[in-house]
């Protein structure tokens, strides 16, 4: 019971959390990613310590051979999967392209976040390994616990997406229509980045497929134009 309280604790939590930091008054504002950050850096360092206390820090969390090439081809596969995705699915519908700028405008205008490269770069990475630390290392592990390895990262994917539920209606549109996307896509992000983790047992290669596929899709090859502040 401890497990599934402990993973829906976090769920809610970090739910919240994106709930105001999608909303439409803080569009293109640096308190979008410390919303973000603050609860998966809280839950993360929590995840970390568990590990440390069962004494499976280094076997999970330290780097290896490899794993920058691993990050990066599962990031490579994931962003060709999300262009395709937005070029057949999202631009023909008026309504899905509506979507996804709404979320774009949310993190701020291209210029704005080119303009601040370096603080945004920092931002990236370090929600990014907020996160893993989080979904992966702590709810993942923690649901595992529970029920085995064979389901955890399912369920964690699950857990994952639902935390971005809130987002369907602080990403609405001006006229009412909700925002799925941001589910949508923690749904299929979460189930790839926690079969990494189930195949290979360790969150390196997780936390760099991560920093790079968020990397490509905001900053270097955005999926939509943003028109924020």
């Not at 920058?68 to 070029?87: C, D, E, H, N, Q």
């Not at 996160?131 to 592990?141: A, C, I, K, Q, S």
């Not at 229509?177 to 896509?185: C, E, F, G, S, T």
């Amino acid at each position: 019971m401890f497990q599934w309280m402990m993973a829906l604790l976090v769920t809610c939590a970090v739910g919240a959390s994106a709930h105001f930091a999608f909303a439409t008054s803080r569009m293109g504002s640096s308190s979008v990613w410390w919303l973000i950050l603050i609860p998966n850096a809280l839950f993360g360092a929590f995840g970390v310590y568990r590990l440390v206390q069962d004494k499976e820090a280094r076997d999970v969390l330290a780097p290896k051979w490899g794993d920058a090439s691993l990050g990066f081809v599962t990031a490579l596969g994931m962003f060709v999967v999300f262009f395709i995705g937005a070029k057949f699915a999202v631009f023909p519908s008026p309504v899905a392209s509506g979507w996804l700028r709404r979320v774009y405008d949310q993190l701020g205008s291209h210029a704005l976040l080119r303009s601040h490269g370096p603080r945004v770069a920092l931002s990236i990475l370090f929600v990014a390994v907020a996160e893993e630390l989080t979904w992966r290392v702590l709810v993942t592990r923690t649901i595992a616990e529970r029920m085995g390895h064979e389901r955890a990262w399912i369920y964690g994917a699950l857990l994952y997406a639902a935390a971005h539920v809130p987002t369907v209606w602080a990403l609405r549109s001006s006229d009412g229509v909700l925002n799925p996307l941001l589910v949508a896509a923690a749904l299929v992000a979460g189930l790839v980045w926690g079969g990494m983790l189930r195949v290979t047992k360790r969150a390196m290669p997780v936390i760099v497929s991560h920093v790079m596929f968020d990397w490509a899709v905001i900053m270097m090859f955005p999926l939509g134009a943003s028109s924020g502040p």
